[in-house]
């Protein structure tokens, strides 16, 4: 019977095997491991079976209340010697980025985590730090995926990473699986948190791989018990095959191809299924027409009312020029007859008295 082990994660996101002993532990738990001549904080994240079958450091004890008050006091000084480091990077001008403290449950060494494209000259760093904090330093420098291990966050997916939940190791990931997977080779919809190709594209790979040796190449012309047919398409993880036939188009399993299982019921299923789908389809394009429609009935409602407005308002300025236009000559026409008014009174008064004809 193999012996009983302890899942326990430190600060640095790794999981670390421990033997319980005669304790019993759950998920969840912190516990004190002894980690050669320190005293290490650790959270219990499975327990099971030894998985490497090699002989196990003890867990040393579950935490009380007296450890989280030493907890709380080591999370001030973490924040304090963050501070204090960052201060000091700036000053020594070195290329490096601080991702976390973290100090021995005993309070008398402090870890500095950072990464950098490439070595760092940090013995100055370390004096200085020495000095302030009076502790001992190790500064340790990690990877762009431990950093997002360490930190955490939520993936695309909207799941918590998986680095931060069970990945231990990180396994090599290229370009090519996603290929494979017929998956979109958009940087950004692969890439993880990280800046890294997502953990996640290995997972189904070695099920893209085997499949794809047991069915045909794209283009490639097979016979089908509906008689021969060009492959147009081919559904890897259900291991269907789609074949484009003489007078139809049809998806043939594996076994189907073979002979193994006769292919009319799965047709006929197909059928079915195709037929709810269009069905399905039509009513979802009615309710398309019909929306667009409504939408090309607004939008001419509210053209043509735009329309007329624009005439509207074309009109007003067209009917005050007339306006303007009609005083203008009832204003010369009066003008004209006062002018004629007036002639007639000099001449009356220039000419006299008429004579009277009848004598």
Known sequence: MPEKAVGVVF???????????????????????DNARDLNLGRVVYV?????????RQVKRRIGPQDWMLIRRNQKREEEAHELCL????????????????????????????????????????RRLAKALHVRIEMRQIGVRDESKM????????????????????????????????????????????????????????????????????????????????????DVPR??????????????????????????????????????SQQASGRQGRRRQEDNRQRTGERRGRAGAGADEKEKEKERPQEQEGKSRRKKRRSRSRSRSKRRKKKARSSDQSAGPRPDKGR
Not at 48 to 56: C, F, I, T, V
Not at 102 to 108: D, F, R, V
Request: net charge positive; with cysteine; proline share 4%.
């Open 11 to 33: 600060a640095d996101g790794k999981v670390n095997e421990f033997d319980p002993g005669e304790q019993e532990f759950r998920v969840g738990d912190v516990v004190l491991v």
């Open 239 to 276: 291991r269907l095959v789609k074949v484009q036939l003489a007078d139809a188009q049809q998806a043939f399993t594996l076994g189907q191809l073979a002979g193994e299982e006769a292919a009319e019921p799965a047709a006929a299923k197909r059928g079915a299924d195709a037929g709810t």
């Open 87 to 126: 201060e000091l990077i700036g000053q020594l001008n070195l290329p490096m980025k601080l991702i976390r403290v973290a100090y021995l449950h005993g309070g008398n060494k402090a870890i500095f985590y950072f990464s950098a494209d490439g070595r760092v000259d940090f013995r100055e760093l370390v």
């Open 151 to 234: 930190l955490g966050g939520v993936g695309i997916c909207g799941q918590m990473l998986c680095c931060c939940r069970f990945l231990n190791k990180f396994a090599p990931v290229s370009i090519k699986m996603a290929k494979n997977q017929n998956l979109s080779l958009n940087p950004q919809k692969l890439s993880g948190l990280c800046g890294r190709l997502m953990c996640c594209l290995v997972y189904e790979d070695e099920v893209y791989t085997h499949n794809r040796r047991q069915l045909p190449r794209p283009g490639q012309t097979i016979s089908t018990p509906r008689g021969e047919g060009r492959v147009i398409d081919l």
């Open 48 to 56: 099971g079976a030894n998985r490497s079958g090699q002989k196990l």
